[in-house]
């Protein structure tokens, strides 16, 4: 379990209240849009679309494709840049039907083969991006939870940022491949509302917006969808359960983060601040610790900005000294067919520093090119 929170967090937090100074209602109150930069009330910018950074190859020639890594990994010594070339420059729907392609021509499993020839991160980050996305999010889970000490962090970052068709994804890939419960194995290494919080996420209930929905957001803008007598309501059940009562109703703050969609839980934030004149990370800080003030927060985080969230991550992996690759190569590799460049450009504006030249700067050899290559220009 957590002993203390993590830097992460304190960066996280204060960075995210710097932002919202530029996003505040009358009386100082961050509006529903707050920490989205390119949202526009009467319709949504081309900034706030989900733009990835990986698309697929096109023309693919999967048997040409195919048959490059099998020549570059054939013999003594190893052709990763031809390795590179391929898996750097297809989109992981185009790599899975490399694998069934590679096993149908050669007999031998294409994750095995490189698993034998590479080694340290250029390893991990080509394994990455070769396994199916539910199977690399499973993948990381049970490394998180097969360590001395349980990560808490890449759990949360995992099942907080995830759609509930990709939970369910995650936890059928997780029992095919470690034969395993992925629900029962977070249970057994959890405890307490950190546990109940993970259990929830499991269930993959989270409203989700509508296609019809997503019509109106591109039309009109966030408050189309949000239900404001709801954010009324759930601001109330937060404040009785927090700052104004001894303690803090821990279930009560379940009952509203582990449901609401983003934009929804966003007006949430700002009708809580109204009422209770506190800022909803700050009264958080104040009324929970260790782990389960680590998940809230996170998901807070995440609905206010995602790109954000996921950019200072990036941020703390490659601050000081020594490089933490594994989260480098899990957020780039997890955001490059869904968001990369809407966190590149959060990086840009938060650090005055493109995300390629800090990749550049942390990374080297074949490693440095082919995650150079995921983020693009």
Request: hydrophobic share 40%; charged share 25%; proline share 3%.
């Amino acid at each position: 379990m957590l002993k203390s929170v993590p830097k992460i967090f304190v960066f996280l937090f204060i960075s995210i209240l710097a932002d919202e100074h530029d996003h505040v209602a009358p009386g100082g109150v961050p509006s529903a849009t707050a920490g989205m930069d390119n949202f526009q009330i009467g319709g949504v910018s081309m900034g706030d679309i989900p733009r990835p950074t990986i698309r697929p190859a096109n023309p693919f020639n999967c048997e040409l494709d195919t048959m490059t890594l099998r020549t570059a990994m054939r013999g003594i010594g190893t052709d990763e840049k031809a390795i590179i070339q391929v898996i750097g420059h297809t989109s992981n729907k185009q790599r899975q039907e490399i694998l069934d392609m590679y096993k149908s021509v050669y007999g031998k499993d294409l994750i095995s083969d490189l698993k034998s020839k590479l080694s340290s991160d250029l390893e991990e980050l080509i394994l990455a991006l070769v396994k199916s996305p539910e199977y690399y999010d499973a993948w990381c889970l049970n490394k998180a939870m097969r360590r001395m000490g349980t990560i808490e962090s890449i759990l949360i970052e995992i099942l907080t940022t995830r759609t509930n068709a990709e939970i369910r994804g995650i936890k059928a890939a997780y029992k095919q491949h470690f034969e395993r419960e992925l629900e029962a194995d977070c249970a057994s290494e959890t405890s307490g509302h950190f546990k109940r919080l993970l259990v929830s996420f499991f269930q993959a209930n989270r409203t989700e917006l509508t296609d019809s929905q997503r019509q109106m957001l591109m039309q009109r803008g966030p408050e189309a969808v949000v239900d404001r007598a709801l954010a009324q309501q759930d601001a109330q059940t937060l404040y009785k359960a927090g700052v104004k009562k001894f303690g803090m109703d821990e279930s009560a703050f379940l009952s509203v983060l582990s449901i609401r969609h983003e934009y929804q839980m966003r007006a949430t934030f700002e009708e809580y601040q109204k009422l209770s004149g506190k800022d909803i990370l700050s009264s958080i800080g104040s009324e929970m610790s260790l782990d389960l003030e680590y998940g809230f927060k996170a998901i807070i985080m995440s609905a206010m900005n995602r790109p954000k969230f996921f950019s200072d991550k990036l941020y703390e992996a490659m601050r000081g000294m020594g490089t933490d690759d594994s989260t480098l190569i899990r957020i780039i590799v997890s955001r490059s067919e869904i968001d990369l460049q809407n966190i590149k450009d959060q990086y840009q504006r938060d650090h005055g520093k493109s995300l390629n030249a800090a990749v550049s700067s942390e990374t080297s050899g074949d490693y440095k090119k082919l995650l150079l290559a995921i983020v693009g220009q």
